[in-house]
């Protein structure tokens, strides 16, 4: 279900860097944001659509572009997916999807406007509030009215009085990732858990790596304006907080037995697809899908816990925070081990593994992040200490995302120059080629181009 987004992703690397974010968000009509709901009212877009605020037709604010609405909207870019992702619910798959489950008009099933709109209860409705806005503002920065709408603005306001007033604060990291992954990977929360079912009935595979997705949603420019009021934002710390949160939502999930199973069944969502997803025959030459893991110690056979985001946090422990490094690493392999053994441990050791994660999120949103960051993050991921990690699918395209978007980071940042990224991208494409259909997965070509992808990158240091 991923191979229409990976090969738009692997097109991108082909691009210049200005052009290279684009080609991908054509998956975000079908993996909205999150809508995470608050408190005050949800006054809609057309609150925030005025000439004098974020509806003008050119991007030339003094303050903020003031085009941001323009952009959310696009009917022909990657940029305006939010927009439309109500109405891909009225669309043909959608619809086929909620006929599968008996969910009745997709469009007015709770089930999938939790991610699909701004599902706001009936009485924090105000009165330009609509659904069919799709993902509007309020998804991602909260609820406006009676908190921030009236004060952002105001000229004594700055971002931190705004943040003060119930604004999400979304150039914290951490902030941003959980708003990112109430849909992108899933929450407690109603209408924003996508089972096992969904996927059967023709929901698309969830994947999310949060520096890309930013990027993705960009509607702002990173100028002095900008860096006055929020910072300088840190690409290398986004992508390895994103690392985390993701880790750390995804066991914590798990961890719960109203999400871990569905009857008498696990809940195959958390599992890898591809381990079970293959051609079975009955002749005596069998051909294996898979290669012996040494990070997951499960027995032969049995579906392993999808563990992309794991193996990305165990890579990026190793660069940036060594002293928790191999506390999670073996936290991570305790609850693979677990998984074998029976429910209670693996829930144990699912909670254990979260509450390592999230030690590690903090420490990476909180340390100083230096030139030689992604370099050695860079090198952890493609390097011998990995490499054999990358048997599966899902984990090889997680690491080429994050080789991808560590380049773009010291592309954005001057470490490394237009020039200089425009030789890798081949060998960059060349991964992003080996992963984009996953039937057809090259394991050995995936890694040969990632290492000499890595390589590359690593002689410019």
């Given amino acids: 279900m991923t191979g229409h987004w990976v090969e738009a992703i692997a097109q991108r690397a082909l691009r210049p ?7 991908v968000l054509a998956l975000a009509a079908l993996y909205p944001v999150s809508t995470a709901i608050g408190n005050g009212t949800y006054e809609g877009v ?3 659509a005025g000439s004098t605020c974020h509806g003008r037709a050119e991007g030339n604010g003094a303050v903020v572009r003031q085009d941001e609405i323009a952009t959310w909207q696009e009917p022909s870019s990657p940029s305006g997916a939010h927009s ?3 109405a891909v619910l009225g669309g043909r798959r959608g619809q086929q999807i909620a006929a599968s489950l008996g969910l009745g008009n997709a469009q007015s ?3 999938c406007l939790g991610c699909h709109a701004t599902n706001a209860p009936q009485g924090q409705r105000g009165a330009k509030f609509t659904l069919t806005d799709g993902v509007g503002c309020e998804s991602c920065h909260g609820a406006s009215g009676g908190t921030w709408l009236a004060e952002h603005y105001a000229l004594p306001a700055t971002h931190a ?8 604060p979304l150039d914290n990291p951490r902030a941003r990732a959980n708003v990112c992954l109430d849909c992108h990977y899933g929450s407690s929360k109603p209408g924003q858990f996508v089972t096992h079912a969904m996927m059967a009935a023709g929901h698309p595979r969830v994947s999310f790596e949060l520096d890309l997705f930013s990027a993705l949603q960009q509607h702002h420019q990173i100028d002095g304006d900008y860096t006055a009021r929020k910072g300088v934002p840190d690409g290398v710390r986004l992508w390895a907080v994103g690392q985390a949160e993701a880790v750390r939502r995804s066991t914590s999930l798990f961890a719960q037995p109203r999400f871990a199973y569905e009857g008498a069944f696990p809940q195959f969502y958390f599992l890898d697809c591809h381990s079970c997803h293959r051609t ?12 012996t893991n040494p990070g997951r110690p499960i027995p032969f056979g049995n579906p392993p816990f999808n563990d992309e985001n794991i193996i990305m946090l165990s890579a990026v422990a190793g660069a940036l925070v060594p002293g928790e490094a191999e506390a999670f690493r073996t936290a991570a392999r305790d609850f693979h081990k677990a998984m074998g053994a029976g429910p209670e441990q693996t829930r144990a050791a699912a909670q254990a593994l979260s509450g390592r994660a999230g030690a590690l999120s903090e420490a990476l949103s909180g340390r100083a992040y230096g030139n030689a960051d992604a370099f050695r993050v860079i090198a952890i991921i493609a390097g011998e200490a990995t490499a054999p990690r990358f048997t599966d699918y899902a984990g090889s395209v997680q690491a080429v995302m994050a080789i991808d978007t560590l380049l773009n980071a010291l592309v954005r940042e001057g470490r490394v120059t237009q020039g200089a990224a425009a030789g890798i991208r081949g060998d960059i494409a060349r991964a992003y080629k080996a992963v984009e259909e996953p039937n057809a997965y090259r394991p050995s070509a995936f890694r040969a181009a990632l290492k000499s992808a890595a390589g590359a990158i690593g002689r410019l240091q």
């Fill in 17 to 23: 860097v200005a052009l290279r974010v684009a080609a």
């Fill in 109 to 111: 099933a709770p089930a």
């Fill in 161 to 168: 009085s705004n943040v003060a007033a119930g604004l999400t």
């Fill in 84 to 86: 439309r992702a109500y």
């Fill in 280 to 291: 079975i025959t009955d002749g005596p030459q069998r051909k294996l899908t898979f290669e």
């Fill in 46 to 48: 057309a609150s925030c």
